[in-house]
């Protein structure tokens, strides 16, 4: 088991960073007066591979604890958080594509659900009970459970609505937007509420602050970060007409 009182902070260190989260928060509420960042790229002295934290919750959270030591050390603005690690692919296991785990990295979707635009229409969303996310919700209460005081949840992955479809249909969804844009809208859809409720699903397993999550070192305004690299594939115009209101 995680032990703890190895990790636990100071009164002081307490005290230092709930100061830190509220300036991370001025940023948002009073800009003009906000308090420039900084994060030292500093690394830890746990490193296991991936095999092994995807296969032993505690060692994934272990190292997320020990990856902060340093920061802690030098006093930097990095925010204390950990995270539950299982890659780009939990929506679109969550939908049936398998999963491919490469050599000491994080897993991704091996395969694409839809083979045909027919099979779009009948597309549903995942049961919030599906083996993915219980996997997922299994892991996230075992690291709030074991977090030191002073530490936060991150957010699991969950991509965003454009790189979920596209790893539910593959690279035919570029096509779909030309030959069949309303299967594509339904695929956007479908996929955007699943992404949602994902999103939803993980701030309750975990308890997060309502309108903030700890995100890559630091507090940031909103309740989800999404992931839309595939968008660098599309034009402007597609994404403005058929992309964009699913992002917001």
């Known amino acids: 088991m995680i032990d703890k009182k190895a990790y636990s902070l100071s009164n002081v260190q307490l005290k230092r960073y709930e100061k830190l989260d509220a300036e991370y928060m ?31 919750k505690e060692v994934m959270l272990k190292y997320h604890l020990e990856k902060h030591i340093p920061h802690i050390e030098v006093g930097d603005d990095c925010v204390l958080y950990a995270r539950v690690d299982f890659g780009t692919c939990v929506v679109a ?19 694409h659900i ?3 635009k027919e099979q779009i229409y009948s597309l549903k969303t995942p ?24 530490y936060h949840m991150m957010m699991a992955d969950i991509q965003g609505p454009f790189n979920n479809a596209h790893l539910v249909r593959g690279t035919d969804i570029f096509y779909d937007m030309y030959d069949d844009i309303e299967a594509f809208d339904k695929l956007m859809e479908v996929v955007t509420d699943a992404t949602i409720e994902y999103a939803k699903a993980q ?38 007409d058929h992309v964009m209101k699913h992002d917001i």
């Open 26 to 56: 001025q940023m948002h509420t009073d800009p003009d007066n906000c308090i420039p960042k900084f994060i030292m790229p500093v690394r830890g002295t746990f490193n296991p591979v991936w095999e092994e934290m995807l296969s032993d």
């Open 203 to 240: 701030r309750q397993w975990a308890d997060m602050k309502d309108g903030w999550q700890y995100d890559w070192s630091a507090l940031w305004k909103g309740n989800a970060r999404i992931s839309n690299c595939s968008l660098h594939m599309i034009g402007r115009d597609l994404y403005i």
């Open 114 to 116: 839809i083979k045909t």
């Open 127 to 150: 049961d919030a009970d599906c083996a993915p996310y219980k996997k997922v919700k299994e892991w996230t209460e075992f690291f709030v459970e074991n977090l030191p005081d002073g």
């Open 93 to 111: 296991n969550a939908f049936g594509c398998d999963v491919f785990y490469p050599v000491n990295n994080l897993p991704c979707a091996k395969d």
